[in-house]
């Protein structure tokens, strides 16, 4: 007869016998986090997680286990649930590697203050501290990137521990690490020993809002010229409150990227998001407007770009106290939920008549759509990214949920998605980590089974996490992925354009990502030619409906999109011949500079500028 085995600190053949009146303390643990609502919980198995796999498979009737293929994509996934669902999101990874690799998806939680959860394994206690095989001082690694971090003692402290972690995520708006020895996981504990606090958790209340600042920031905008609205993250749910005050006071609407879904893109105000991922009218309003309302905000380019130096009045709105005053001098400070305030102060402040600013402003948003139209319906040529967009819009669903990956598809999808705020648009927005997109769209399918999800991906992007879309044909989760295939790292050979001797590391080899789908199970198609598109996604949007996980593989053009952080339109700046090339470059002969639809209005353009920031 074999011997019993021992690997990480445990006897492997006895693990799992228990007493009466008794349960494992790695069940208690799955159970903690039942009680607080988790459906999924994302990882790879390793000698020192099994402990809870085995408390996995016990639970098995009543949480999903969701097995990926790399840690990465398993917190990224976690993260991105998050994002689309407000609940917290767990993943696991084992000693060593397989915890160290969830960093990255743990940064971007952190980065968007989203609550996430990640148990990482350890070795058994009884090889602590002897530099046994992957036994490492784990606690140190996370120290940066967890608001609650501790590694687990004792097998009744597991659930507790747990607990607490939830707890603090959630409350601090974060991410929790705990580190569990595995032997731990296989313990007996009384049954009645632990207990989840699930059923007390609370939110803070909106704070009550100072009438006093809602008074002074509605005298500032009675008296602002020229009023813009920066809406940010804060104010999703409340779009109709930013569009009413922003109809009643004449203040064209800026929004962040991250606020992108939060509006009808179609509102005849709304400027875009200003610097990297940006659109021509918010570019050019900012340095010519007087008063910035800056709501739900904290854009992270504000000091580098300098976006506000010129601005005379400054008005911020945040339900976070430490956020007050963060990113410009706040002439009025209004603690508070964003949608309180914008009503509160909407119900007080003077309807302005139309303005020449107003008009203005609405003449140069519709120049910009004019020229974002023309590209998306050209029918002749090489096929670009635009006329890809186009054919998306024609199909996606009116609450279509859209996974954004990192790079210019970041850009292009706040310029070209017509997207109205049924839907939804995530993306890694602060931590910018490409490869978020096929984790976003996994998680997005397991959250809503019933609604149409989208990945959008540069090819380099794609490139990064493209083995998990063998986990979305794995759990039959139909999903459109789209590659907009250019065989290179597009935002970053714009910024090596800008700011380097020569591209380096840029380009790379073609790779047919229809025959890559079909070689896991998807359906693959290729699109090389404009005339191809719209069928090919029609084909699509019923392959998915059909249970299909399908891959578009769009081989598009390389050239660059518009840099409207860098415009070269007026005349005050740049010279005829200046401003000819770069119209030409970007097929932009339409476009006109903000400071001519102001003039048309009788102002005076004050042709200032902001720098582009960053790196």
């Known amino acids: 007869m074999a011997k019993n085995v021992i690997q990480f600190g445990f006897d492997a053949k006895t693990a799992n016998q228990h007493k009466e009146g008794t349960i494992k303390a790695g069940v208690a643990t799955v159970k903690v986090l039942e009680s607080w609502g988790v459906k999924h919980i994302f990882g790879i198995p390793g000698g020192s997680i099994n402990s809870l796999m085995d408390a996995l498979y016990v639970e098995r009737d009543n949480i999903d286990y969701i097995q990926v293929r790399h840690e990465e994509v398993g917190a990224l996934a976690a993260s991105m649930h998050a994002k689309y669902t407000g609940h917290i999101g767990v993943c696991f990874g084992s000693a060593g590697p397989g915890g160290t690799h969830t960093l990255q998806g743990l940064y971007d939680a952190r980065e968007e203050h989203v609550p996430v959860l990640a148990l990482i394994g350890q070795f058994g206690t009884a090889g602590l501290n002897w530099d046994t ?111 009413d005050l922003s109809r009643k006071i004449k203040a064209p609407l800026a929004n962040t990227g991250i606020s992108f879904d939060n509006f009808p893109s179609d509102y005849e105000a709304l400027l875009g998001s200003p610097n990297r991922v940006s659109t021509k009218p918010s570019v050019e309003c900012f340095p010519e407007a007087d ?12 000091e580098v770009s300098k976006v506000f130096k010129n601005v005379k009045k400054f008005i911020q709105i945040d339900i976070d106290p430490s956020k007050l005053g963060k990113r410009h001098n706040a002439d009025v400070a209004i603690l508070g939920d964003a949608g309180d305030a914008l009503r509160a102060i909407c119900v007080k402040v003077d309807e302005k008549e139309s303005t020449g600013w107003w008009r203005a402003n609405l003449a140069n948003v519709a120049n910009w759509r004019e020229y974002v139209t023309m590209l998306e319906k050209k029918t002749k040529g090489d096929l670009q990214l635009y006329q890809v967009y186009d054919a998306i819009n024609q199909v996606a669903d009116e609450d279509a949920i859209f996974s954004i990956d990192v790079g210019d598809v970041t850009q292009t999808s706040i310029r070209h998605l017509h997207m109205n705020p049924k839907q939804m648009w995530r993306t890694s927005s602060l931590f910018a980590t490409m490869g978020v997109g096929i984790p976003g769209a996994i998680s997005a399918k397991l959250d809503f089974p019933d609604r149409q999800v989208w990945n959008l991906a540069g090819d380099g992007g794609f490139n990064m996490t493209m083995q998990d879309l063998a986990t979305a044909v794995q759990y039959e989760l139909p999903t459109i992925h789209v590659v907009f295939s250019n065989q290179q790292f597009g935002f970053i050979k714009d910024e090596q354009e800008d700011t380097n001797l020569g591209y380096l590391g840029v380009h790379f080899m073609d790779i047919d990502y229809a025959k890559l789908a079909e070689a896991m199970g998807a359906v693959g198609h290729t699109v090389t030619e404009i005339s191809q598109v719209h069928g090919v996604f029609a084909q699509a949007v019923q392959e998915a409906r059909d249970g299909k996980v399908v891959v578009i593989d769009a081989k598009i053009s390389n050239e660059r999109p518009l840099p409207a952080e860098m415009l070269e339109l007026e005349p005050r700046l740049y010279s005829a011949e200046q401003i000819d090339a770069f119209k030409k470059r970007y097929e932009a002969f339409g476009l006109k500079p903000l400071s001519y639809f102001l003039e048309q209005e009788g102002l005076e353009a004050r042709i200032k500028t902001v720098e582009q920031g960053g790196f």
């Open 291 to 302: 008063t910035v309302l800056f709501v739900g905000n904290n854009y992270p380019f504000a």
């Open 133 to 243: 095989f992957q036994e490492m001082n784990e606690n140190p690694i996370y120290a940066d990137v967890a608001i609650y971090n501790r590694q687990v003692s004792t097998a009744d402290q597991m659930p507790h521990v747990i607990d607490e972690a939830i707890r603090q995520a959630y409350a601090k708006n974060g991410v929790a690490v705990v580190q569990i020895p595995v032997d731990l996981g296989w313990v007996d504990i009384p049954q009645g020993g632990w207990y989840s606090a699930a059923h007390a958790h609370r939110r803070y209340p909106n704070p009550v809002l100072n009438t006093e600042d809602i008074d002074a920031a509605v005298e500032l905008l009675n008296q602002a010229e020229r009023p813009v609205i920066f809406a940010g993250i804060g104010t999703r749910g409340n779009g109709q409150a930013v569009i």
